[in-house]
């Protein structure tokens, strides 16, 4: 099964951990590929940190090198294009394993619509997704390919955000 969480509005990352976290709770066993988000630790990274008997069970690979060309971003647009194209790799050699019942690209999505990877390349990696495997492809702006080949979309629509009038993220609800 594919399953497409996109929309401007907050949580789908959350959805996506979330997902995992229900099939963890069922003894299935998780990983998930950070397409966009870099060396800084989020509230999931601590988590994992904190429980590291869920190694092997739920698994979060930080494979960004952080926003690409916001927020202070520097690096060179290859540095990006690098990194994203590792994590394609990666989470190709995860659903090829047939180790794990959930394989998560987080920010995928933004990955293709910035140029850093082509929707063509990921859909080559999903396209013979092992049975009873779920494949998440989140991030805003999913590409139609990415919705027509999903079996499962859902879109987060942003009614009203902090981020608009100027408030950061807070730790413990990062946005």
Do not use: Y
Not at 21 to 32: D, E, N, P, W
Not at 94 to 114: R, T, Y
Not at 131 to 158: C, H, W, Y
Request: aromatic share 6%; net charge positive; glycine share 10%.
């Amino acid at each position: 099964m594919i399953v497409v969480f996109t929309g401007n509005g907050k949580g789908k990352t959350t959805a996506t951990i979330g997902q995992m976290l229900r099939a963890v709770g069922q003894g299935r066993k998780t990983i998930m590929f950070q397409f966009i988000k870099g060396p800084w630790t989020s509230g999931e990274h601590k988590f994992l940190k904190l429980h590291k008997s869920l190694k092997g069970k739920l698994e979060i690979h930080r494979e960004g090198k952080g926003f690409v060309g916001i927020l202070g971003d520097k690096l060179p647009i290859e540095v990006h294009k690098k990194a994203a194209q590792e994590a394609l790799k990666k989470s190709a050699q995860a659903i090829k394993s047939k180790k794990w019942d959930i394989v998560a690209l987080d920010e995928v999505n933004v990955a293709v619509s910035l140029g850093l990877i082509k929707a063509g390349e990921v859909l080559k990696v999903i396209k013979n997704e092992p049975q009873k495997m779920i494949v998440v492809l989140s991030g805003r702006g999913a590409p139609d390919n990415f919705i027509k080949r999903a079996d499962l979309v859902t879109e987060m629509k942003e009614i009203k955000h902090p981020f608009n009038s100027g408030k950061k993220a807070e730790v413990g609800f990062e946005w």
